[in-house]
Nanobody, 125 residues
Framework: QVQLVESGGGLVQAGGSLRLSCAASGRTFSSYAMGWFRQAPGKEREFVAAINWLGGTLEYADSVKGRFTISRDNAKNTVYLQMNSLKPEDTAVYYC??????????????????WGQGTQVSVSS
């Protein structure tokens, strides 16, 4: 089992940047692929980005390609989401999640076994 804690959310103007972090504890971090998801008010949780345990396989939602970058530091047990050129439609609670199928970078929410509590990202126009 792994425990996940997100940080780095906040309020930013459109066009700005934020960097989210997700710190893991418990079972070995490198045993997991990691993903970022988000949920806006009144909407279902949706995939944002994923990375396999080595960092060599990445996957992004079309809506964030070219603007967001996922990365991980296994020595620090942390996964990051660099978000640039933010838009008001990026406003949501952002969650990190761990997938024990560590070789994958899955966009499918049902494949993630462990979740953090989320961090709010608000983008003003």
């Amino acid at each position: 089992q792994v425990q996940l804690v997100e940080s780095g959310g906040g309020l930013v103007q459109a066009g700005g940047s934020l960097r989210l972090s997700c710190a893991a504890s418990g079972r070995t971090f490198s045993s997991y692929a990691m993903g970022w998801f988000r949920q806006a008010p009144g909407k279902e949780r949706e995939f944002v980005a994923a990375i396999n345990w080595l960092g060599g396989t990445l996957e992004y939602a079309d809506s964030v390609k070219g603007r967001f970058t996922i990365s991980r530091d296994n020595a620090k047990n942390t996964v990051y989401l660099q978000m640039n050129s933010l838009k008001p439609e990026d406003t949501a609670v952002y969650y990190c999640a761990a997938d024990p199928r560590r070789w994958t970078a899955s966009p499918f929410i049902e494949e993630y076994d462990f979740w953090g509590q989320g961090t709010q990202v608000s983008v003003s126009s």
